[in-house]
């Protein structure tokens, strides 16, 4: 793979790693974790994962592409209506990035959040471990009257 080492890259040559990086981390949250069509993810996922990528979280440990979309299918299953979103650019170096995002519903402000560590290597992920900010929010509790006497 050829990359600029400089980190710029004026459009007229190849991507430096760290765009590739950040496009991988980008694709991989929307075209895999939030797609609902299973035929489109898993077309993405042999596109963006290397056969056996690893992705760890809370709820286990899934190699391979049919494990990790297993595991996003049962996630959906759960949490129908439910959208990832990305929090601002991903933080990338030449093998690998950090990647901040919400799931939740549609103006949800107590929406999960965490974070994609991820290793990737040819354009491919190699390894993501998420860590979740917030797994169990806790839903907005009603106001409260106090009775009056």
């Known amino acids: ?3 600029k080492l400089s980190g710029t890259d004026s459009g007229s040559g190849p991507a430096t790693e760290e765009a590739v990086v950040a496009d991988v ?9 939030d797609e609902r069509d299973r035929e ?3 077309a993405a996922i042999a596109e963006l994962w290397a056969p056996d990528g ?4 809370p709820m286990g440990r899934f190699t391979g592409h049919e494990a990790l979309d297993g595991a996003i299918q049962t996630l959906h299953e759960q949490t129908v209506g439910y ?3 990305a929090v601002g650019a991903p933080v990338t170096h030449a093998r690998g990035g950090l990647l901040r995002w919400t799931y939740g519903p549609e103006g949800d402000e107590s929406r999960v959040t965490g974070q994609d ?10 390894a993501i471990y998420a860590f979740l900010d917030n797994p169990n ?11 009056t006497e």
Do not use: Q, Y
Request: aromatic fraction near 6%.
């Open 83 to 85: 959208r990832f979103a």
């Open 1 to 3: 793979m050829t990359s």
């Open 54 to 57: 690893l992705f760890v979280d």
């Open 117 to 126: 560590a991820a290793v990737v290597a040819d354009g491919r992920i190699v």
């Open 137 to 147: 929010p806790a839903p907005k509790a009603p106001e409260s009257t106090s009775p």
């Open 25 to 33: 981390l980008l694709r991989t949250l929307t075209e895999i974790f």
């Open 40 to 42: 489109r993810r898993r």
